[in-house]
């Protein structure tokens, strides 16, 4: 097998959001062209610059009308949030390979006024009354909690501590402080998941600005280094909720990317995880392991994942439980604002130098960002 | 009194399952090569990427390997249901499907629990297959 050159060999050198709420008045490619206008600001460049596009969740002929970006190289992906990181693996590829040199990644996500249900959609269970990605997740969580004896309380755990990072983050949608209890005392959605395990849909805008090492000197930021990333797909269970909570795809993705970014797991100072749902974030941690597997309950109760508190600080902004869902694309823009340094005092993760991103999908995937490469 | 929650969107790679459910018996196909069973229904066995299955009557028999109450309303033909459960039973042959339970009565739903399958009429032209505990 080939060697894994791709380390260090892209930069992310501009991000931009929007806010994140109910915005009406605009729609998906509106938010995505003013999250990338502000990326590329924050990168000190010009749209002229840009020579290669990646959108997500974006219709990519008319994006490309309203952006006026006509460049040699554009890619399209779905809607599901696993794109995120499928999106920044392609663009550090094609930017390792030449096909492009500085790309931008589009992020526009209109689900909150289009009134997004995430459920009550034909589909092959329809008839007994199943549906929605929360219910699937919570018929794992099930599994787990009668293979492992973990607890809806372990979730809590998580809960609290993203929306402690939550109230630290101006941007957030849901800043009010929360309790272990006002988890378990709010309403089930689908038991064993309760409202404060799900995640928060609304509208807004993500946009990444990546280019080479050699370009990235000349910007106005300093570069974080995409260090190393790996990546594999489980869809054998795709029609139910997964028996293996991507455990062994998570293996092996844990097998390759501490290698291809030339650091161990001590080198991380903090993660970012997918929490769609909140026991995504139990599975990632197990299935990359943080902990052992059946453990992960046990391992994020007081403070471990919680800013000040634990060895792994996660999700800083409050992540898709209480700072929005923007599918994966906002918690890169979280890392990329923590390893520059410029988040405010009181959120910032101390010496930060690699972050982790971890994905529990079908796609099991996790990417390696740094800032001392 | 009309039924009106979701009723299966039948096609040509789901229809006979449906259709034996009917019949009373509970189908899913076989890979004629790796004898490994697959379900939901589809053109080809994921072993052998190819036709060569067969449709092979379950023994309906298995147990609860997991279960979700739902509280949201999501269809309107539950809507007067809600809280209720699904079920995922895992069968002897290895295949699991998503289903409901029936004639729980006082018991309470675990994981680990016995079922076996029951045909539920629930309209002239669908049954539906479902689940009680097992006697």
Known sequence: ?373 | MTYNKPLPEADKWSGPFFEGAREGRLLAQQCNISKRFFFPPSPVSPVTRDGNWSWVELSGKGTISSFVVMHQKYFAGFGDDVPYPVIEVELEEGVRLLSSIVELGERELVVGMPVEVVFDKVTEEVTLPKFRPAA
């Open chain 1, 1 to 373: 097998m080939l060697d894994w050159n791709y380390r260090d060999k892209a930069c992310i050198v501009g991000v931009g959001s929007t806010d994140y709420g109910v915005f009406p008045e605009t729609d998906a490619v509106g938010l995505g062209v003013s999250a990338l206008k502000a990326a590329v600001d924050d990168a000190g460049i010009s749209f002229d610059d840009i020579d290669g596009v990646i959108l997500n969740r974006l219709p990519y002929d008319r994006f490309a009308e309203v952006s006026n970006l006509n460049t040699p190289y554009l890619q399209s992906t779905p809607a599901h949030g696993r794109f995120s990181a499928i999106a920044l693996m392609m663009a550090a590829e094609a930017i390792a390979s030449g096909a492009a040199t500085t790309i931008a990644l589009v992020y526009g996500n209109d689900g909150r006024s289009a009134a997004m249900k995430y459920g009550g959609d034909p589909n092959f269970w329809a008839p007994w009354g199943f549906t929605s990605p929360g219910a699937s997740h919570a018929m794992m969580f099930r599994r787990h909690m009668a293979q492992f004896g973990t607890m809806s309380e372990d979730l809590a755990h998580i809960a609290v501590a993203f929306r402690d990072h939550a109230t630290k983050n101006p941007a957030a949608v849901m800043k009010k402080p929360i309790t272990l209890e006002d988890h378990q005392n709010s309403r089930f959605i689908c038991d064993p998941l309760h409202l404060l395990d799900y995640c928060l849909i609304n509208d807004g805008g993500v946009a990444w600005i990546m280019t080479t090492p050699e370009r990235a000197k000349d910007m106005k930021k300093k570069p974080v280094y995409v260090s190393g990333f790996a990546r594999q797909d489980d869809f054998s269970q795709n029609s139910l909720p997964p028996n293996d909570y991507w455990y062994p795809a998570l293996k092996k993705v844990e097998s390759q990317v501490y290698d291809r970014a030339g650091i161990s797991r001590n080198d991380i100072d903090g993660l970012m995880i997918y929490d769609n749902f909140s026991p995504t974030v139990l599975f990632a941690l197990e299935g990359m392991g943080f902990c052992k597997q059946g453990e992960g309950g046990q391992f994020v109760r007081d403070g471990m994942l919680q800013l000040g508190k634990g060895r792994w600080p996660t999700n800083t902004s409050g992540g898709h439980l209480s700072e929005s869902y923007m599918q994966g694309w906002a918690l890169i823009v979280e890392g990329v604002r923590q390893l520059r340094g410029e988040v405010s005092a009181e959120r910032q993760i101390k010496d930060v130098k690699a972050l982790q991103f971890i994905l529990a999908t079908a796609v099991a995937g996790s990417i390696i960002i740094r800032n001392d490469a």
